[in-house]
């Protein structure tokens, strides 16, 4: 889960981390929840910060933004449960934020059953929020940290300009413009992600007055350097499917969430020397 659009998401959960459990249905007044170190660095990169719900019982609601499609994310999910559960000696629930449809996953199903050949079987269970599946309107009149998904929710694309005008005019209004810099950037590339560069970057060119807005300037110049890596990610794929065979859905995702230029150019060259996908994607 390393690509900047999970990045960006988790900046926006520092923001407003109560706006955030109520979108995903834990609704509580904002003293009552606060983000916390997850204290797992030495075990694990992932779930870096959890929200604490300071019930009578005292709980973690780790949110977890998947960009990309990941088949055994629920395994991980289980994962990163137990290990907060141990750590903290409190109760853990989990929510996955999928962040497009493009990073969705039939396994993505909110149980991730465990049946060992000896013993009960039993089921880990976690709630899914699809961000696609949401009011646009409602994001827009909720809590501002809420409000760049409003772009990337239940909108057509057309009416999409509309909704970011509407989200910088209240960004604008009601945050200093550091934190109006971070929202727009979110939005930025939560659009990249839900439609791709090239759309998106049609999309924000094609008005001036957000073309001209600080942070999608500086999308429109990632933007070219985030295109180069989606034709060669693309390119490995044509490729690979020829040389290597069909990829498996682990070895797909693993391709996926290549964004380094410089690594994803040396498999261009490395491709014609493996037989297999997994020694193509050893050590990228």
């Not at 994310?73 to 962040?99: E, F, G, M, T, W």
Request: hydrophobic residues 45%; negative net charge.
């Amino acid at each position: 889960m390393s690509k900047p659009y999970d990045a960006a998401s988790k900046d926006l959960l520092q923001l407003d981390p109560a706006a955030w459990a109520g979108f995903v249905g834990v609704v509580r007044p904002p003293d009552r929840v606060a983000l916390t170190d997850s204290d797992l660095s030495a075990v694990t990169a992932a779930a870096d910060k959890v929200v604490l719900i300071r019930d009578a019982v005292p709980w973690l609601l780790d949110i977890e933004f998947q960009s990309w499609r990941d088949p055994t994310l629920p395994r991980q999910l289980l994962k990163y449960n137990a290990l907060l559960h141990d750590r903290h000696k409190c109760p853990v629930a989990s929510v996955l934020i999928v962040l497009a449809e493009s990073a969705d996953s039939p396994a993505y199903t909110g149980r991730y059953g465990v049946a060992p050949p000896f013993g009960p079987a039993w089921d880990f269970g976690y709630t899914v929020v699809r961000v696609w599946e949401a009011s646009a309107e409602a994001l827009l009149a909720g809590p501002l940290a809420l409000a760049p998904l409003a772009p990337v929710s239940d909108v057509a694309l057309d009416a999409v300009p509309d909704v970011i005008r509407r989200l910088a005019d209240r960004a604008s209004g009601e945050s200093d413009p550091a934190t109006t810099d971070r929202l727009l950037t979110a939005v930025g590339l939560l659009l990249r992600l839900r439609y791709g560069q090239m759309t998106s970057s049609e999309l924000i060119s094609r008005y001036p007055e957000i073309r001209e807005m600080a942070p999608f300037k500086k999308f429109l110049d990632e933007g070219r350097v985030e295109g180069r890596a989606e034709a060669l990610r693309a390119a490995l794929l044509r490729q690979g499917r020829k040389k290597l065979g069909k990829p498996s859905a682990e070895h797909e995702a693993a391709l996926a969430a290549l964004t380094d230029l410089v690594r994803l150019e040396a498999l261009t060259e490395k491709i014609l020397d493996v037989t297999t996908w997994g020694a193509l994607l050893e050590d990228a």
